[in-house]
Protein backbone atom coordinates (compact mmCIF):
# COMPACT_ATOMS: atom_id res chain seq x y z
CA UNK A 1 0.00 0.00 0.00
CA UNK A 2 1.05 3.82 -1.10
CA UNK A 3 -0.53 6.56 0.79
CA UNK A 4 0.46 10.19 0.21
CA UNK A 5 0.38 12.32 3.73
CA UNK A 6 0.81 15.49 4.75
CA UNK A 7 4.09 16.34 6.99
CA UNK A 8 4.45 19.52 9.47
CA UNK A 9 8.55 20.62 9.42
CA UNK A 10 9.67 23.20 11.96
CA UNK A 11 12.91 23.90 11.36
CA UNK A 12 15.37 26.84 12.43
CA UNK A 13 17.98 28.20 9.72
CA UNK A 14 19.84 29.49 12.56
CA UNK A 15 19.49 26.71 15.11
CA UNK A 16 20.27 23.19 13.64
CA UNK A 17 18.81 21.70 16.99
CA UNK A 18 15.31 22.81 15.55
CA UNK A 19 14.64 20.45 12.73
CA UNK A 20 11.23 17.99 13.39
CA UNK A 21 8.72 17.00 11.18
CA UNK A 22 5.44 15.99 12.64
CA UNK A 23 2.90 13.71 10.96
CA UNK A 24 -0.83 14.71 12.22
CA UNK A 25 -2.33 11.36 11.76
CA UNK A 26 -5.55 12.77 10.99
CA UNK A 27 -5.42 14.62 7.63
CA UNK A 28 -8.04 16.94 8.80
CA UNK A 29 -6.24 18.16 11.80
CA UNK A 30 -3.43 19.29 9.77
CA UNK A 31 -3.99 22.47 9.85
CA UNK A 32 -4.94 23.27 13.85
CA UNK A 33 -1.56 21.29 14.04
CA UNK A 34 0.11 23.59 12.29
CA UNK A 35 -1.53 26.63 14.02
CA UNK A 36 -0.48 25.18 16.91
CA UNK A 37 2.66 24.90 16.43
CA UNK A 38 3.67 28.25 15.05
CA UNK A 39 2.38 29.36 18.02
CA UNK A 40 4.39 27.17 20.16
CA UNK A 41 7.43 28.06 18.18
CA UNK A 42 7.00 31.41 18.73
CA UNK A 43 6.77 31.57 22.84
CA UNK A 44 9.44 29.06 23.16
CA UNK A 45 11.44 31.52 20.98
CA UNK A 46 10.21 34.71 23.44
CA UNK A 47 12.63 34.66 25.62
CA UNK A 48 11.13 38.50 26.84
CA UNK A 49 7.88 37.35 27.38
CA UNK A 50 8.76 33.94 28.44
CA UNK A 51 11.46 32.95 29.93
CA UNK A 52 11.04 29.99 31.70
CA UNK A 53 10.41 28.15 28.23
CA UNK A 54 13.47 28.18 27.41
CA UNK A 55 14.35 25.56 30.46
CA UNK A 56 11.86 22.77 28.57
CA UNK A 57 13.59 21.01 25.35
CA UNK A 58 11.44 22.75 22.52
CA UNK A 59 10.41 19.41 21.29
CA UNK A 60 9.28 18.55 24.52
CA UNK A 61 7.40 21.79 24.78
CA UNK A 62 5.53 20.95 21.75
CA UNK A 63 4.53 17.73 22.50
CA UNK A 64 2.92 19.23 25.47
CA UNK A 65 1.29 21.81 23.28
CA UNK A 66 -0.12 18.79 20.97
CA UNK A 67 -0.96 16.76 23.48
CA UNK A 68 -2.71 19.44 25.71
CA UNK A 69 -5.63 19.58 22.85
CA UNK A 70 -5.40 15.79 22.52
CA UNK A 71 -4.78 15.47 19.03
CA UNK A 72 -2.73 12.40 17.58
CA UNK A 73 0.36 13.17 15.68
CA UNK A 74 4.07 11.32 14.87
CA UNK A 75 6.74 13.62 15.92
CA UNK A 76 10.41 13.16 14.80
CA UNK A 77 13.75 14.91 15.15
CA UNK A 78 16.74 15.28 13.24
CA UNK A 79 20.16 15.10 14.90
CA UNK A 80 22.35 17.70 13.95
CA UNK A 81 25.52 14.94 13.28
CA UNK A 82 23.81 12.53 11.38
CA UNK A 83 22.03 14.63 8.55
CA UNK A 84 20.38 11.69 7.46
CA UNK A 85 18.47 10.56 10.45
CA UNK A 86 15.42 10.98 11.61
CA UNK A 87 13.84 9.53 15.14
Known amino acids: MV ?49 NLQSIPIGDYLRECLDERMLNYEIYCRFEDEEDLWT
Do not use: C, G, M
Open 3 to 51: QTIKVINIYSELNPFIDFIVIPIDADDTELIKEILEEALDRWLDIENYP
